[in-house]
């Protein structure tokens, strides 16, 4: 079965320390990865995607085949880094059809 | 970027009722997608909306329970019938984009649930 697992439900670091947030995935074929992000009150948004091979916001993830995972970085975090961090895989090629870890919440304190 | 508005943003219900999610686009799009996001889960597709045909059930969603209408390219609506307290979610219509956005999901703010 399709599935995206994210083991941490919170992660809570320091300003200025750097962050991983995990994430895992379960599939066969070859998955397109995104991750999300929703600040407070506000609406969930794309931070990247695989494919693109970006850096947003400092952040990066590297997809590792081998490992099937899609882990989300930045070296130095920042207090306007807080938020709830969903990681997402497309199996079908319809992007609008995703499957979505529990979501991690990355608390930045000063 | 799409911009979405979703009505009404929270709503509280009494169990047996229906409430009905509206969902407006700024664009014309092709397909929206329903999402749900139960209280300390993950969001879930319910079903995807096309343009005239009925929409596309996930497993576990049916369209008795989740009846959806997409009377043209930019707006939906879904109805939650029946209602317990177990459909107290947040539901999110989302659609994705094109130009420099394509794949890119783009959310609504949600609509949230409380059944009583």
């Known amino acids: 079965a399709q599935r995206v697992t994210q083991p941490e439900k919170l992660l809570s670091v320091f300003k200025g320390a750097p962050v991983e947030l995990k994430c895992n995935y379960s599939y066969s074929g070859s998955p397109e990865l995104f991750w999300y992000v929703q600040y407070s009150r506000q609406r969930l948004q794309l931070l990247l995607r695989h494919i693109s091979r970006e850096s947003i916001k400092g952040f990066t993830a590297d997809l590792n085949k081998g490992e099937t995972s899609f882990h989300l970085k930045k070296p130095f975090a920042q207090e306007e880094d807080s938020a709830m961090y969903y990681c997402?895989?497309?199996?079908?090629?319809?992007?609008?059809?995703?499957?979505f870890g529990q979501g991690t919440t990355l608390q930045v304190k000063p | 970027s799409a911009v979405i508005s979703q009505k009404p943003s929270r709503d509280i219900c009494q169990r047996g009722t229906s409430l009905t999610i509206q969902c407006q686009v700024d664009?014309?799009?092709?397909?929206m997608f329903w999402y749900r996001q139960q209280p300390g889960q993950s969001l879930t597709l319910i079903a995807t909306a096309n343009q005239g045909s009925e929409a596309t059930y996930e497993s576990g969603f049916v369209i008795d329970k989740f009846p959806i209408s997409r009377p043209n390219l930019t707006f939906s609506t879904l109805t939650v019938s029946n209602l317990s307290p177990e459909d107290s979610s947040i539901y999110l219509c989302s659609v994705v984009g094109f130009g420099v956005n394509t794949g890119e999901l783009f959310f609504g703010e949600g609509s949230r649930l409380t059944v009583l």
């Open positions: 664009s014309q799009v092709t397909m």
């Open positions: 997402a895989l497309s199996s079908s090629g319809n992007t609008g059809k995703l499957i």
